[in-house]
């Protein structure tokens, strides 16, 4: 036993190594917010894109300030959180405009990506939930849309400037104006259709205002769910029933058996 005590040392040492390569970390990740303006003729004017770390579950928070062509970006937050069957997303979006308008006016759109996410779990079926309120007195546009989905993966990068990522999951999409002392998107709230859920993935959300008619400052206040679909109510009775169901079958047979 004796001569094995002088390579006791080594051995832990090599087990703790396999331990923390084991359980080491998962890579961390990003939050991105990209702010492009598109001229009317469809050319892209400025594009400019952010970025943050995220925490290992994929929860904190980025702030986005720039101008980005004829756009002051003075505040986009977002925050999101984590929780047991749920992932949220929130957004303030501060933005002054004071390029052409009408028929000429830019458009900007503003995109939103986090990745890591993995609540809800898969494989459960889960809906997307969003609201939105454009708040503003001093600036007007004929069209807000504002739209949130999932992304199988990781996705760490955007598409091409004025453009926005296919391929989502449970899209939820809410339409309005900005101008209003006070105006919402239709519906408010906007549900996406159910879908399987995909461990992990990334919540992407876009914003896109056209049709600016004056110069001036908006801001639009926004959030997204993803959460799991609870299962209806007459199939989780159902599910009840089965150990109930169970232990009768069980019975009857120990029955038959004692008399026979």
């Known amino acids: ?53 995220s925490a290992a579950d994929g929860s904190g928070s980025l702030v986005f300030n720039s101008t980005v062509g004829n756009f002051t970006i003075t505040l986009v937050t977002n925050i999101a959180t984590t929780g047991p069957g749920f992932t949220s997303a929130s957004q303030t979006v501060n933005v002054t405009y004071n390029g052409p308008t009408g028929v000429n006016s830019d458009k900007l759109i ?49 598409g091409a400037a004025g453009t926005t990522l296919g391929g989502q999951l449970g899209t939820s999409t809410g339409s309005g104006t900005l101008g209003g002392a006070s105006s919402v998107l239709v519906p408010n709230p906007t549900s996406g259709t159910p879908f399987a859920i995909v461990n992990p993935f990334s919540f992407y959300q876009t914003y896109t205002l056209n049709g600016f008619s004056n110069g001036g400052a908006g801001s639009i206040s926004a959030g997204s769910t993803v959460s799991s679909v609870p299962a209806p109510a007459g199939l989780v009775l159902a599910l009840s029933g089965l150990p109930v169901f169970g232990v009768s079958g069980w019975l009857r047979r120990r029955k038959a058996t004692v008399t026979a």
């Open 1 to 53: 036993m004796n001569r094995y005590r002088k390579y006791l040392p080594s051995i832990v040492a090599a087990l703790v190594a396999t331990v923390t390569l084991a359980v080491s970390a998962p890579a961390r990740a990003n939050f991105l917010i990209r702010a492009t303006d598109v001229a009317s003729g469809g050319g892209i004017t400025a594009t400019v894109t952010q970025s943050g770390p």
């Open 110 to 158: 503003i995109e939103v990506l986090g990745n890591m996410f993995t609540n809800p779990t898969a494989p459960s079926q889960s809906t997307i939930t969003s609201n939105g309120s454009p708040s503003t007195s001093g600036l007007s546009a004929t069209s807000v849309v504002m739209t949130s989905g999932v992304l199988a993966g990781n996705v760490a990068a955007f």
